[in-house]
């Protein structure tokens, strides 16, 4: 049987990119669609790294998203807050007075196992429990937010990463998780929706989110759309966000940009 690398790649097919920053998800067609929790990383996603207050450009769509959900359906899920390198609380605490929602405590960073598991655990004790097949996943980072929506998933299904892996790599197409985004009842049943934001508030961590976007890339150029949805194709989840005018870019900036296309 021929080793069908696209399908290799599909556990990186439910990666769904709403451009800079959570401005352009639409949380009511989401939440139509069937989702009802959501779970945020924290720093150079909706607060400047190690600050505990949210973002003012992303104040009217934090509160959409509040109102969308509710409080107790939208966590936050920090390697800062509430981790290992929080142990008292006190960060968490901050975030928790600032951005008027949960946050996670958890002893393994993103995206460690322990972590999927406290997810869960938490959305599962609600009043209404939320389903991890329901739930999406917000993060700027690859490695962290977009394998933790993953292993979320895999976990749901009772088997490894590996495992799936090599089941996708040898089923025809990586028919396992295919997804159609072309409707508002679209099925959720292939588990967490990645959402990757690929906006920064402040510039950290640089080579590493070069190589994250050049991984991207490599997996698009290899996936044909029959092989998995077009990340990059219009959808109901995102909403058209008027763009602010560009300032003028630093001799840096400049090398970052060159180096972003090439």
Not at 192 to 201: F, R
Not at 241 to 259: G, H, I, M, N, T
Request: net charge positive; charged share 25%.
């Amino acid at each position: 049987m021929p080793f069908n690398l696209p399908g290799a790649l599909v556990p990186f097919q439910i990666l769904f990119n709403p451009r800079q920053d959570i401005r352009h998800l639409d949380f009511a067609a989401l939440k139509e669609a069937g989702y009802r929790g959501i779970v945020f990383d924290k720093d150079n996603c909706i607060t400047v790294p190690h600050k505990d207050n949210l973002v003012p450009e992303l104040t009217e769509a934090w509160e959409d998203c509040r109102r969308t959900f509710g409080d107790g359906n939208v966590l936050i899920v920090s390697n800062s807050a509430g981790s290992h390198s929080d142990p008292a609380g006190i960060e968490a605490e901050s975030v928790k007075r600032n951005l008027q929602v949960p946050v996670l405590f958890h002893a393994t960073p993103k995206p460690g196992y322990s972590c999927v598991k406290a997810i869960r655990t938490y959305f599962s004790s609600l009043r209404d429990p939320v389903r991890p097949e329901q739930l999406v996943i917000v993060g700027d980072r690859i490695f962290t937010d977009v394998v933790l929506s993953n292993r979320i998933r895999l976990s749901e299904r009772g088997s490894g990463f590996l495992h799936m892996w090599f089941r996708c790599a040898y089923e025809r197409g990586g028919a396992t998780v295919k997804e159609n985004l072309d409707t508002a009842h679209r099925s959720i049943d292939s588990g967490p929706l990645s959402v990757w934001t690929t906006g920064v508030w402040k510039k950290e961590a640089t080579f590493m989110r070069w190589c994250e976007r050049k991984l991207v890339e490599f997996v698009r150029r290899r996936t044909s759309p029959e092989e998995g949805h077009d990340a990059s194709s219009p959808s109901i989840f995102i909403k058209t966000v008027a763009e602010q005018p560009a300032l003028p870019a630093s001799r840096l900036r400049k090398v970052w940009q060159f180096l972003s296309r090439t």
